[in-house]
């Protein structure tokens, strides 16, 4: 039986349905929203495997922040009745069908990074249900991601257009601008313009560094943030080797349950 496994980026998708309810206290109609949400989801995929992956949405960074303390050091904390629902949420997911997985220490991009390539390295189908670009640089034959808000797949022409570079220099890329969302700084003077034009010339940061042609104009930023652009590229690179503790076996899709 060939599988096609969903992995829903849960906070991505919770947050966006809860930021547009008329009443952000009212954690009941998120639920039922999200709700109808994951039916549509399932609707549009048949998926034989599913499994919604949480962030453990607390202030400690983890493991980026160790490397880049400035990493999300701003970021905005989650309103306070949304985080006192997750519980009910993540319940009311499971009374669907919908396991989930909670990351300790790890953010959830990892832990669904980690899964996805397992996954599709055996050149089984995977569906990524997620607005966050992040996630591009996994794009695969067998490995696809769904902004389900927009209607759109982002795949290799959506980034061709978005960012001018192939999926897998995304990391680079983002090691060149920097993350401004994020507080991931890159390297000063570099915009997207000139992270387009340096990754069309090279593969990567490493390989314009180490070489003498590079344009006058990038060598003398690059000779002065190199670590700066190491760092951020790390940071904006998914992990893909978390231990997970489970098999596909445990996250088999039996259908919808009855919650509305």
Not at 62 to 72: A, F
Not at 74 to 92: C, F, S, T, V, W
Not at 196 to 208: F, G, Q, R, W
Request: with cysteine; net charge negative.
């Amino acid at each position: 039986m060939s599988i096609h496994l969903v992995i829903i980026d849960a906070l991505n998708l919770i947050r966006r349905v809860h930021a547009v309810q008329p009443d952000p206290t009212d954690i009941e109609r998120t639920i039922q929203t999200t709700s109808r949400t994951l039916r549509r989801i399932v609707d549009e995929a048949q998926p034989t495997h599913i499994i919604a992956v949480f962030d453990h949405h607390e202030q400690d960074r983890g493991w980026r922040g160790d490397i880049l303390p400035e990493y999300k050091q701003n970021r905005k904390p989650m309103p306070e009745p949304l985080y006192n629902g997750l519980d009910k949420i993540q319940d009311a997911w499971w009374q669907l069908g919908i396991d989930s997985l909670l990351s300790e220490g790890d953010e959830a991009d990892d832990l669904v990074a980690t899964l996805a390539v397992k996954v599709a390295s055996h050149g089984e189908k995977v569906t990524i249900i997620s607005t966050d670009k992040g996630y591009c640089q996994l794009l695969s034959p067998t490995l696809q991601i769904r902004d389900y808000f927009q209607h759109r797949w982002l795949d290799a022409p959506f980034i061709e257009q978005e960012f001018g570079v192939k999926p897998e220099q995304l990391s680079d890329y983002w090691g060149l601008t920097g993350v401004s969302s994020s507080q991931v700084p890159g390297v000063a003077g570099v915009g997207p313009k000139a992270a387009k034009e340096i990754l069309t010339t090279y593969n990567d940061i490493e390989s314009a560094y180490a070489s003498d042609e590079l344009a006058a104009k990038y060598r003398k930023k690059l000779d002065e943030h190199i670590e700066m652009a190491r760092k951020s590229k790390q940071v904006s690179a998914l992990k893909t080797d978390i231990e997970l503790g489970f098999n596909l076996q445990d996250i088999r899709f039996e259908g919808l349950g009855t919650n509305t």
